[in-house]
């Protein structure tokens, strides 16, 4: 592009900024105020997606938890305290719901905290984020792409469990948060806060938040610029960390089977405001905020990790000219291919010349091996002809010696009849 047609394209655009959009009074009804209508029952029929990640200490009451936020049995296996590291366990599941339909991924941590060394535990889940960050940009990046029929696995919310210690955080806790707050929405929640006392409770909630922001550590706060809801998650807002209660058996409250934990001095009901947050959990990450949850992971973590990732491919900068970093990583390949075909032909050139070697050491040892070969017949044969003129010897000797002896013998018994 010339510096004239391009300075010609920037007053265009100059121009075009500057103009003033002309605002039109219909005269009666077109139809597009149907648009937004549109957009639902497009969504609708497509379906949603919603990844939830549960971390926290063996037995703190993930899976009940999960099982009271959706009023259902998912599968969970106990898990045992051995386990040498931290793993992930994912399970998905089709939920519907009037008409809507919603895949579910739970994950949970399996052996979390259980290790004498805690220093990697947060690694496992910091690279399990990551790798469904990377599905993602791998399925965006493809020529052919399906993203609306790609099962999304990005994690749209993590469920921080810490335990109902009413002390403080534990290092883990904070570490891990740490790690994994500029990639997923956290939401801190208190364990099994049956187990705390209300006045300790709150004073064990202002400790949470005053280490978590001392420590720099940046949880989900639900959004206050929609009007709607603007109210209802400032208010919710004061009440994180929520202090939840799980539980898988039910008990009577008046007609209704309620979920409830019952002890020899009471009963803890689940769904009770006065009991817990239970509710107010799952108003905020069900009911009111779970679009701003998705939305968030789209365009705040996922973003990061994609520019992270661009920036690692060699797209620095934030004007960034695709043809002309292709254009660079196609010479790049097409030195290393050249290196690649040089080299290629040296080894064989290598291989050539010391096939020749080889061959010819063969030849030589051959040749040595057949002189050998002759200069033992030779050996052999004139032994052969040693030992043959030996035995010719001592055959003669034998027969001289056999004569003298004859000799001998009749010339004693000539001088016996003579003395007669
Ligand atoms: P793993 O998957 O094995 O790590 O355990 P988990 O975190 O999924 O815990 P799970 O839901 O299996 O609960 C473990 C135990 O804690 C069970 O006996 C539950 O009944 C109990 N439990 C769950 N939620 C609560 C709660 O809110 N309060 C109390 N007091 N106990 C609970
Ligand atoms: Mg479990």
């Known amino acids: 592009m010339t510096a004239d047609t391009k300075s010609a394209l920037g007053s265009a655009e100059h121009k075009a900024s500057s103009e003033k959009v002309r605002e039109m009074k219909l005269n009666g009804h077109v139809g597009f105020d149907s648009l937004p209508d549109q957009l639902v029952n497009k969504s609708v029929s497509q379906g949603f997606s919603f990844n939830i990640l549960c971390i926290g200490e063996t037995g703190l009451g993930k899976s009940t938890l999960l099982d009271t936020l959706f009023n259902t049995t998912f599968d969970s296996t106990p898990a045992t305290h051995d386990l040498p590291g931290v793993k992930l366990k994912s399970n998905t599941y089709e939920l519907k719901e009037s008409n809507v339909n919603l895949k579910l991924t739970i994950i949970e941590t399996v052996g979390y905290g259980d290790q004498i060394n805690k220093e990697d535990s947060f690694k496992a889940i910091v690279d399990y984020i990551d790798a469904q960050f990377e599905n993602f940009l791998q399925e965006e990046m493809k020529i052919k792409r399906s993203i ?6 990005r994690i749209h919310t993590c469920l921080y469990f810490i335990a109902p210690t009413g002390h403080s955080l534990k290092a883990i806790d904070l570490v891990c948060m740490k790690k994994l707050d ?22 064990f909630k202002i400790k949470i938040m005053s280490e978590l922001v001392s420590n720099g550590v940046q949880i989900y706060q639900f959004p206050t610029d929609d009007e709607t809801v603007a109210d209802i998650n400032a208010t919710m807002n004061s009440h994180i960390p929520f202090a939840v209660v ?7 409250v008046g007609s209704k089977q309620m979920r409830a934990r019952e002890y020899p001095w009471g009963t803890v009901q689940v769904e009770n405001e006065t009991h817990c947050d239970f509710v107010k959990l799952r108003e905020m990450l069900i009911r009111t905020n779970m679009e701003d949850l998705r939305e968030q992971t789209h365009t705040r973590h996922y973003e990061l990790y994609r520019r992270c990732r661009l920036a690692e491919m060699g797209f620095e900068d934030s004007e960034i000219n695709i043809t002309e970093v292709w ?25 050539k010349e010391k096939e020749s070697e080889l061959k010819d050491a063969e030849k030589q040892l051959h040749a040595k091996f057949d002189n050998l070969k002759k200069q033992h017949a030779d050996e052999k044969k004139s032994l052969e002809e040693k030992r043959r003129q030996l035995e ?26 003579k003395k007669k």
Do not use: W, Y
């Open 392 to 417: 010719e010897e001592l055959n003669a000797f034998n027969r001289r010696k056999q004569m003298l002896e004859q000799n001998n013998s009749s010339s004693s018994s000539i001088t016996g009849k």
């Open 148 to 153: 609306h029929s790609f099962h999304d696995t």
């Open 327 to 351: 254009e660079q990583n196609r010479q790049e390949l097409d030195v290393l291919q050249a290196q690649e075909d040089d080299m290629r032909q040296k080894f064989v050139q290598r291989v």
């Open 182 to 203: 500029s990639k997923v929405n956290i939401i801190p929640v208190i364990a099994k806060a049956d187990c705390i006392a209300k006045n300790e409770l709150h004073k």
């Open 246 to 252: 799980g539980s898988n058996d039910f008990v009577k």
